[in-house]
C-alpha cells in the first residue's frame, strides 16, 4: 500500500477504489451523470483520478432489496461501474457516507487498493472450444466407388452367360 | 507452489474477476480450502478478501443451489 504525505501537512494521501451499482430504473442516458456527480466528490475531497470502468447493465447474483421508507425495492440487475483514485482517507470516508446517502445507487463499496492495475489476464479454461461456426465435416470410412461401368449389351450379357454355364 | 496464481503470474487478486475467483469456490459457492486451492496462506487471504468483496457486490452468490 502506498502512503504519501504532503511535506508540512499531515494529509495522508492513500489508493483507493470505489465500485458502485446504478439503479436500473435510472435512464441510460442519466447513468453518465451519477458518475459524474460520484467524480465531483472525489475531486472535491482532493482526490485525483487513476483508472475507471464505465458502468454497464449487469445481472447481480441475487436480488438486492433496499428500503425506501415503508416501500422495498428489488433490484436484480444494475449498472456496475468502478473508479480507483488517490484521495486523502478523509474524503475516501466522505465518499463513502455520499454513496449511502445517494438513492441512485443501490450498493456502492470503497476500499485501499493499489496503484498498479490489479486485473487479471485469466481465461477460464474450457472442456473444448468448438465456436458456433465449426463444421463438423465426416469423413467417408468407404471410399465411393470410382467407376462407373459402362452399360452391358444384351448380346455381351449373353456371352457371358455362356460362357459360365459351359465350365 | 503449483497454483492457478503462480501459473499466471497474478499478483493481485481483483474482486471485479468473477471468471478467475470461480476457481476458488465450490458448487455451493463456498470458498474452497487450502488443501483443494493449493494457494500460500498469503494468496489465500486474498483470494477470500475478493470473495467476499465480489458476494457483497452481488458477482458472485454467497449460496448456490
Redesign the interface.
Known amino acids: 500500500m502506498t502512503e504519501e504525505k504532503d511535506a508540512g501537512a499531515d494529509i495522508v494521501s492513500r489508493i483507493y477504489e470505489v465500485g458502485y451499482h446504478i439503479a436500473s430504473t435510472v435512464k441510460e442516458e442519466d447513468v453518465e451523470k451519477v458518475v459524474s456527480a460520484l467524480r465531483g466528490e472525489i475531486e472535491k475531497g482532493g482526490g485525483s483520478f487513476i483508472a475507471e470502468g464505465s458502468p454497464s447493465l449487469m445481472k447481480l447474483a441475487f436480488p438486492m432489496i433496499v428500503r425506501e421508507g415503508e416501500k422495498k425495492i428489488v433490484h436484480d440487475r444494475a449498472y456496475f461501474g468502478w473508479i480507483k483514485f488517490e484521495a486523502p482517507t478523509e474524503a475516501a470516508e466522505a465518499l463513502e457516507a455520499s454513496l449511502k446517502r445517494n438513492t441512485n445507487i443501490v450498493r456502492a463499496i470503497v476500499f485501499r487498493t493499489v496503484r498498479e492495475d490489479t486485473r487479471a489476464k485469466y481465461k477460464a479454461p474450457t472442456l473444448r472450444e468448438v465456436k458456433r461456426t465449426d463444421t463438423i465435416k465426416s469423413s467417408p470410412r468407404r471410399a465411393p466407388e470410382a467407376t462407373e461401368k459402362a452399360p452391358v449389351s444384351e448380346a455381351e450379357l449373353d456371352k457371358a452367360l455362356e460362357h459360365l454355364t459351359t465350365e | 507452489m503449483n497454483n ?1 496464481l503462480t501459473q ?1 503470474d ?8 468473477v ?2 475467483l ?2 476458488f469456490v465450490n458448487p455451493h459457492g463456498r470458498v474452497m480450502g487450502r488443501k483443494r486451492t493449493g494457494l500460500t496462506a498469503k494468496q489465500q487471504r486474498a483470494v477470500e478478501a475478493a470473495v467476499k ?1 465480489a ?8 449460496i448456490q443451489k
Open positions: 492457478i499466471n497474478i499478483q493481485h487478486v481483483d474482486y471485479k474477476d471468471d478467475l470461480k476457481q468483496r458476494r457483497f457486490m452481488g458477482l458472485l452468490p454467497y
